[in-house]
Structures are given as C-alpha cells and as structure tokens.
C-alpha cells in the first residue's frame, strides 16, 4: 500500500473538489426527518431504490409523530422491495419514538446524539451532518472506502479507522470530499470494471500500478 505525501495528498484533494463542486447526496429528502428516514433506508441499499421507496412511505407517514404511531408491519409493506426491510422497518419505528418521546419531535442536530437512535451509526450520523448541516466531517461508505484505499489513501481494515486516517490527511472541506467520493466511486471507480479511462486520478491509483 502506498503512502502519500502531503504534496500527492493537496493534488488529489485538489482534483476531487474541481471534478465535484457541488456534490451533495442523490438521496430525495425535503427536511431533516425525510433524510434520517432515507439514510437508515440506504445502509446496503442503493440511492435509487431508496428513492422508489420514500415517496409513498412520506405520503403515509408525513412526520416523525406519524412514523412514531405506525405498526411495524405496515412499514415492512412499504420498504419490503429494500434490503434488510424488516429490521429497517423496526429501527424506523423506534427511532421515530424515541424522537419523540426522548427529544419531543425534534430531532437531534448533534453527532453524538443521533448515533442514540435506533438504526442510526457512525457513518449514518455523519452523513446527515455533512448533508443537512454542512458539517466538516468525513463519512465512510462502501465507495469512500473502495477509494480511499486504490488511491492509497488509507490501509485501515474498517470504514472507522479509515475515517480517521481520511480525516487526519484532508483536514478541511471534508463535506465536501465525503460526497466527491462517493459520487467518484459510484460512476468510475466502481467496484467492477472501473472506468479507468474517464479516471482523473489514474496515476495515483494503487490497483493500476498492482497490475
């Protein structure tokens, strides 16, 4: 595994943010309680599926007091075509009364408070603060994480210890990198066949020069 120096780490920092100025989620949401419901939705489950899903689930649940009053098994009806729908559907139930019994409808803005909610993470956390408040923090995915590591950006075994090697390296504009990164994974550093021609960062690829 490669490791970067300062100089390689300010050029790729450099190209994400000139290739992805205005990356943000592809997530559908219209305010904090539709993102949280949609970032517990995609743990394992594509943006686009979510999607599909959260339009009649909002229709019916058009807040987090509704969402707090529903059976779990009418949710598993409407997010079944999702992966892991029934455990999501118990952690979307719990999580909507524990807002509302524990917070009174207001959900939390802070990190540390929302990885309390049932179906909610570390990574599902900090992708909420990234994109709802624009926080300066790093968020590891499955993409962030595929990346990071064929730039030689990290060697970490696990999505945290990544996020912590990532976030030591970038420091600032991590916001920005997190969704950069993702997006970047998603359409040409994908987990089968790359497009390694559309690659803007292909000399610093570890996996390119491994072959």
Known sequence: MLIRTPKEVKEIKKRFLTHYPNAKTELNYSDLYQLLVAVILSAQCTDKRVNLITPKLFQKYPTIFDLAKAEVKDVEELIKSCTYFSNKAKHLVNMAKMVVEEYKGEIPKDEKELVKLPGVGKKSA?????????????????????????????????????????????????????????????????????????????EFCVKERDT
């Open 126 to 202: 900090n992708v909420v603060m990234i994109e709802y408040f624009g926080k300066n923090l790093m968020a590891v995915d499955t993409h962030v994480f595929r990346v990071s590591h064929r730039l030689g950006l990290s060697s970490a075994k696990t999505p945290d210890k990544t996020q912590q090697e990532l976030t030591t390296l970038f420091k600032t504009d991590l916001n920005k990198l997190h969704h950069a990164m993702v997006l970047f994974g998603r359409y040409i550093c994908t987990a089968k066949e790359p497009k390694c021609k559309n690659c803007f960062l292909k």
